[in-house]
């Protein structure tokens, strides 16, 4: 059975994790881009999408995964009725890999006002 430390250290684990992967995020999208051909313009808009939904992906399934173990720690002592303790932490499995799937796998648009101006006119 595991002491409250290694459940301290999961918890601070996931918001390490979110913090990381929140200035990732934020690092990517702040990445200046070149005034240039707009096919060069829309393949770096879908290399930037693609590296933000994997990034995006990843990191709520590892944050998922630790809750797997945190509540493995927690339930894992217990006598739960009709096996809801292996559930639970099946459920946040799942959850992670769904998760990572969405977010990797979504259509992101990005918009530029500039642009999109003045391709209507």
């Known amino acids: 059975m ?39 313009l829309a393949a770096d808009d879908a290399i930037r999408a693609t590296t933000i939904h994997l990034i995006s992906g990843g990191a709520t399934a590892a944050i998922l995964l630790l809750g797997v173990q945190a509540a493995q720690f927690v339930l894992q002592p217990r006598q739960l009725p009709f096996g809801v303790r292996g559930w639970a932490p099946l459920a946040l499995v799942l959850g992670a890999w769904f998760s990572s799937r969405y ?19």
């Open 2 to 40: 595991a002491g409250p430390v290694a459940r301290w250290l999961l918890a601070v684990g996931a918001v390490v994790l979110a913090v990381a992967a929140t200035a990732m995020v934020s690092r990517v999208v702040a990445r200046g881009q070149a005034a240039a051909d707009p096919d060069v």
């Open 103 to 121: 977010l990797a796998n979504r259509p992101w648009r990005v918009r530029r006002a500039g642009l999109d101006q003045a391709a209507a006119r």
